[in-house]
């Protein structure tokens, strides 16, 4: 099996075959060297899009037809387990922030967030944008049709944020449980991402935030650890803390640039 086959078979397969092209290019290219077996090459590449996009999806993530916003973002593990506090969670936020101007938002790594639009709705009265940036074309594609309905441009797209920056303007960008994927993938690439989005996108607001327990409900000391290194690693000159809370299963940081 040589490279152009192995990501040949991924396109084939039912789980990933909708993954942005150049994320599955750079992540066959990666695991293909390290390989001598074609099985060990599939399942090394398997493992990785696992990580980073199946482990948060259920397998009736796309069977959205019908559903209400509640109801979709039960479809995937990291909207749902926020869903008892949410309410909480965006009053935390805009409360924070303080600020009815907001005309643009820049999600990052969205998944099912965009879907959450009703709560947030009464926080952000002048909404123009919204910049849903994730991994899965269809998933894309869902949420442009929901943007169309809601009144909104459609502004859902792709990235491999690992590999690229985005470029869109906002006043506000969303980093929801993303910087530990990110980091695991690439270490020191969730910080990178943070001051480009203050220097390129020019957010006021960021909004960072770490899962607290594991996806199987385990506490780890992970709010703890997750603290300690982001309060660590990001670079003050470039954005102050102006907030910081854990509610529900999520330890939440509102950064202002």
């Given at each position: 099996m040589?490279?152009?086959e192995l990501i040949a078979e991924v396109k084939k397969s039912k789980n990933y075959s909708s993954l942005y092209q150049p994320l599955i290019n750079r992540i066959c290219s990666e695991e293909f060297s390290k390989y001598k077996k074609d099985r060990e090459k599939m399942k090394a590449v398997k493992n990785r899009?696992?990580?980073?996009?199946g482990a948060f999806f259920s397998a009736n993530t796309k069977n959205i037809k019908n559903?209400?916003?509640t109801e979709l973002l039960k479809l995937n593990a990291s909207t749902y387990?926020?869903?008892p506090s949410i309410d909480e969670f965006y009053k935390f936020i805009f409360d924070s922030i303080n600020d009815t101007q907001i005309k643009s938002i820049l999600d990052v790594g969205c998944g099912f967030n965009p879907f959450a639009l009703p709560y947030m709705r009464s926080y952000l009265p002048n909404l123009e944008y919204y910049y849903a940036l994730d991994i899965d074309t269809e998933l894309?594609?869902?949420?442009?049709?929901?943007?169309?309905r809601s009144g909104l441009p459609k502004l859902a797209s792709c990235i491999d944020i690992i590999a690229e920056n985005p470029e869109q303007k906002a006043d506000i960008a969303f980093?929801?449980?993303?910087?530990?994927?990110?980091e695991n993938c690439k270490k020191g690439r969730g910080f990178e991402l943070i001051e480009h989005i203050c220097d390129n996108c020019g957010a006021k607001?960021?909004?960072?935030?770490?899962?607290?327990k594991t996806l199987c409900g385990r506490d780890k000391g992970m709010a703890e650890n997750y603290a300690a290194l982001f309060e660590k690693n990001i670079n003050y000159d470039r954005v102050s803390i102006t907030a910081k809370n854990i509610i529900g299963n999520?330890?939440?940081y509102v950064l202002r640039n």
């Open positions: 040589n490279l152009d899009f696992h990580v980073i996009y559903a209400n916003e387990e926020r869903l894309s594609a869902m949420l442009n049709l929901y943007f169309e980093l929801f449980k993303v910087i530990p994927t990110i607001y960021i909004i960072a935030t770490f899962p607290v999520e330890l939440t």
